[in-house]
């Protein structure tokens, strides 16, 4: 197998929908996504299908074989595993807006703890600005999201926001590609986790970061940072370079 070698031209692979589900649920196990068996990710295949992880494997030992095709009623169509617990979050969020490429739930660190306190806390800096899009609270907790009366009850609330606080629950991080959901799916976990460090530092309940930064910030569709899943890409494959049968390594 010929190895891979990055040029500025071509940062990383080219990879597969299934293999972009499984670098991105690697890489952001190591970001604090790491809820032991907790967590979904759905690739909109455009046709009324959807890739996603399977339920009983972890996001860091997932590989492209074990990823799953299901439609819109979460009945599976390809694949030798079952769904994922929470997949009506996904179906209704779907359902609801087809034009989102990828979708991931998870019970993230510090974004968990700021959806327990009920609040979405500041940006206090560059990094946790970026990615783009609406934060907001779903503070009315009706049940897991097994039941898919509290799934479409919460993507209701979610309305055309691009990352939401679950209270009582974990994040929901929405994109039109991998890279732009790995940003915000980033930038928030450093956003919720730095507001609590200064929180509990007695720091300032406001940003000191200028209006303008925040609009243009805002204003992103999380996919403007070439480089940054990129090298996430890159660290997951030298971290197990036989994880793809068509990649020997990314050295």
Known sequence: MKKFKPSVAQLIPDLTP????????????????RDHLAGHITYNLGD?????????????????????????????????????????????LHR???????ALHNHSEFGTVWADLGEV?????????????????????????????????????????????????GVFVTGSTAAAVYLRAVALEQRCK???????????SKTSLPNWWLDRMAGSDGNSYYGFWESAVRAVLRSDPELFESIESCN
């Open 18 to 33: 299934a293999e972009q589900i499984v670098v991105l649920a690697r890489a952001l196990w190591n970001e604090g996504y």
């Open 48 to 92: 009324g299908t959807m890739l996603c992880n399977p339920w009983l494997l972890t996001w860091e030992e997932i590989l492209p074989a074990d990823i799953i095709r299901i439609d819109l009623d979460g009945k599976v169509l390809e694949g030798d595993w079952p769904v994922p617990l929470g997949i009506p979050l996904h179906l209704a």
């Open 96 to 102: 609801a807006r087809p034009d989102v490429g990828i």
């Open 121 to 169: 806390p500041p940006a206090y800096d560059q990094s946790s600005s970026l990615g783009g899009g609406e934060v907001v609270l779903v503070d009315e907790y009706e049940g897991a999201v097994d039941s898919m009366a509290a799934a479409e009850s919460a993507i209701r609330s979610i309305g055309q926001a691009d990352r939401a606080l679950l209270a009582g629950h």
């Open 194 to 204: 730095n507001a609590w460090m200064i929180r509990v530092a007695d720091g300032p």
